[in-house]
């Protein structure tokens, strides 16, 4: 048991975050990029990507859930969740190709459109739920401790932050140079690597004995289901997580036609990535400590109500760019602990479960993580979409109407603080905090005791 009580070295910290990296390689290409290349490459109309992204979000439910009982059954000397990085790995590469590789001969026809659905549910709905949510799982099978968890999803997300940084500056100039395709090549082979790096140095610590193997105990699914069901925290942080990402996405979705409509200028888009992304980064630097001091429900709290100011202020705003870029930063200080912290808390809600029921199920627990983000960005799209069209935005017009500019200060300002107040009433009710201490002092007496 001292292998498992043992805080986790940085190093294993670094480890874990870089297949998060590995994940926002896909994710920042698909958020940012993907649909630019469906409509501006390959000639698929607007609504038809639209309409395809979300529904692909029908399999994932499916998926999900699959996933979770696939993990919580699987067996290996590597553990359980651990394998899935390393199996997945070559896959991620193959589904990232097949995105942005649409043959010419399709471009403008329905067999593009085709193509498109196939390659889309093939990458998102399966193989990077495969790779994702065991990903995810993993942090509540390397350590108990509370502190560790929240240290180690403050490394993962500045990790993260600067993989989409880097990505957001570089693809438009590379995609010139080189093409959607070799540069998804390019991308693939680094995906590998950093999944190879995070499967060689991290590992399931909670089940290994004393000489360092793994111990699996097998949950029939007949009792890990109904267990999962009794678990109140779990539909909470399903919402939770689904609110987070439509907010994230909806919001970040706006972001180019407000800062070439509103703003005046798509340069400033650099400018406001960097006002939310710095300020995230350095929030989570801190949020360790924070965490530490007031506990990790406390700071997200507060975290949130920033949130909340930051995309108020940007509704004020109008086209005042020195106002709006107080607002994305106060919004950014926000976001930091808030996605740090709710990956942390996925974990927390594992060992409740356990706690509560005796049954312990990262999978299933997890494919709410998985099934609250796919759906929430999918749904995030289809909601800027229909807050243009609401607004009557036309990308033909050279100047839009009133209506339109309202429509899209309202997506990139007031929304956000919508979504941002019902996300503070859900982290209010997720008040696992409260008896989290004694949840893992038992259930690392139950593991002592095994």
Same mark, same amino acid.
């Given at each position: 048991?001292?292998?498992?009580?043992? +805080?986790?070295?940085?190093?294993?910290?670094?480890?874990?975050?870089?297949?998060?990296?590995?994940?926002?390689? &896909?994710? #920042?290409?698909?958020?940012?990029?993907?649909?630019?290349?469906?409509?501006?490459?390959?000639?698929?109309?607007?609504?038809?990507?639209?309409?395809?992204?979300?529904?692909?979000?029908?399999?994932?439910?499916?998926?999900?859930?699959?996933?979770?009982?696939?993990?919580? +059954?699987?067996?290996?000397?590597?553990?359980?969740?651990?394998?899935?990085? !390393?199996?997945?790995?070559?896959?991620?590469?193959?589904?990232?190709?097949?995105?942005?590789?649409?043959?010419?001969?399709?471009?403008?026809?329905?067999?593009?459109?085709?193509?498109?659905?196939?390659?889309?549910?093939?990458?998102?709905?399966?193989? &990077?739920?495969?790779?994702?949510?065991?990903?995810? #799982?993993?942090?509540?099978?390397?350590?108990?401790?509370?502190?560790?968890?929240?240290?180690?999803?403050?490394?993962?997300?500045?990790?993260?932050?600067?993989?989409?940084?880097?990505?957001?500056?570089?693809?438009?100039?590379?995609?010139?140079?080189?093409?959607?395709?070799?540069?998804?090549?390019?991308?693939?082979?680094?995906?590998?690597?950093?999944?190879?790096?995070?499967?060689?140095?991290?590992?399931?610590?909670?089940?290994?004995?004393?000489?360092?193997?793994? @111990? !699996?105990?097998?949950?029939?699914?007949?009792?890990?289901?109904?267990?999962?069901?009794?678990?109140?925290?779990?539909?909470?942080?399903?919402?939770?997580?689904?609110?987070? &990402?439509?907010?994230?996405?909806?919001?970040?979705?706006?972001?180019?036609?407000?800062?070439?409509?509103?703003?005046?200028?798509?340069?400033?888009?650099?400018?406001?990535?960097?006002?939310?992304?710095?300020?995230?980064?350095?929030?989570?630097?801190?949020?360790?400590?924070?965490?530490?001091?007031?506990?990790?429900?406390?700071?997200?709290?507060?975290?949130?109500?920033?949130?909340?100011?930051?995309?108020?202020?940007?509704?004020?705003?109008?086209?005042?760019?020195?106002?709006?870029?107080?607002?994305?930063?106060?919004?950014?200080?926000?976001?930091?602990?808030?996605?740090?912290?709710?990956?942390?808390?996925?974990?927390?809600?594992?060992?409740?479960?356990?706690?509560?029921?005796?049954?312990?199920?990262?999978?299933?627990?997890?494919?709410?993580?998985?099934?609250?983000?796919?759906?929430?960005?999918?749904?995030?799209?289809?909601?800027?979409?229909?807050? !243009?069209?609401?607004?009557?935005?036309?990308?033909?017009?050279?100047?839009?109407?009133?209506?339109?500019?309202?429509?899209?200060?309202?997506?990139?300002?007031?929304?956000?603080?919508?979504?941002?107040?019902?996300?503070?009433?859900?982290?209010?009710?997720?008040?696992?905090? +409260?008896?989290? @201490?004694?949840?893992?002092?038992?259930?690392?007496?139950?593991?002592?005791?095994?």
């Amino acid at each position: 048991m001292s292998s498992k009580s043992n +805080k986790l070295s940085m190093a294993e910290k670094l480890c874990y975050g870089s297949g998060d990296c590995a994940a926002n390689v &896909y994710v #920042a290409m698909a958020g940012t990029f993907l649909t630019g290349y469906y409509t501006d490459t390959v000639g698929l109309a607007t609504l038809a990507v639209g309409t395809m992204m979300l529904v692909a979000r029908v399999f994932d439910g499916v998926t999900d859930l699959a996933m979770g009982a696939i993990v919580d +059954k699987t067996k290996s000397k590597y553990g359980k969740a651990r394998p899935w990085v !390393l199996w997945t790995a070559p896959f991620m590469m193959i589904g990232l190709i097949l995105l942005f590789s649409v043959p010419k001969s399709l471009y403008g026809t329905g067999g593009g459109l085709i193509y498109a659905y196939l390659s889309y549910i093939f990458m998102n709905c399966i193989v &990077y739920t495969a790779n994702n949510l065991p990903f995810n #799982a993993l942090l509540s099978r390397m350590t108990l401790d509370v502190q560790d968890r929240a240290s180690t999803a403050s490394v993962r997300f500045i990790m993260t932050q600067f993989t989409i940084l880097i990505i957001n500056a570089v693809t438009a100039n590379l995609v010139t140079s080189i093409g959607w395709s070799a540069l998804a090549v390019i991308y693939g082979i680094i995906e590998v690597i950093l999944l190879l790096l995070c499967f060689i140095g991290c590992k399931e610590h909670i089940d290994e004995d004393e000489s360092g193997a793994v @111990k !699996l105990e097998d949950v029939p699914m007949n009792i890990a289901f109904p267990a999962l069901l009794k678990n109140k925290y779990f539909y909470l942080q399903t919402l939770v997580f689904l609110t987070l &990402y439509i907010n994230t996405v909806a919001v970040g979705s706006c972001t180019y036609y407000f800062c070439n409509t509103v703003l005046g200028s798509i340069t400033i888009i650099t400018y406001t990535s960097m006002a939310q992304t710095i300020p995230a980064i350095i929030a989570n630097f801190a949020n360790p400590g924070l965490v530490a001091k007031y506990g990790k429900r406390k700071v997200m709290l507060v975290a949130c109500v920033l949130m909340i100011i930051g995309r108020l202020l940007v509704g004020l705003a109008g086209s005042s760019i020195p106002i709006v870029m107080v607002g994305i930063l106060i919004y950014g200080f926000g976001t930091g602990p808030v996605m740090s912290g709710v990956f942390a808390m996925t974990a927390d809600v594992v060992d409740y479960g356990e706690w509560k029921t005796g049954v312990r199920s990262e999978g299933l627990v997890n494919s709410c993580t998985s099934f609250g983000m796919k759906v929430g960005i999918g749904l995030g799209s289809a909601v800027a979409t229909w807050i !243009l069209a609401f607004g009557g935005y036309d990308g033909t017009l050279a100047v839009q109407s009133a209506s339109a500019v309202a429509a899209i200060r309202f997506g990139f300002g007031y929304f956000g603080a919508i979504l941002g107040a019902v996300l503070l009433v859900l982290l209010l009710l997720m008040n696992i905090d +409260k008896n989290i @201490k004694q949840i893992q002092s038992d259930l690392e007496a139950k593991k002592q005791r095994a």
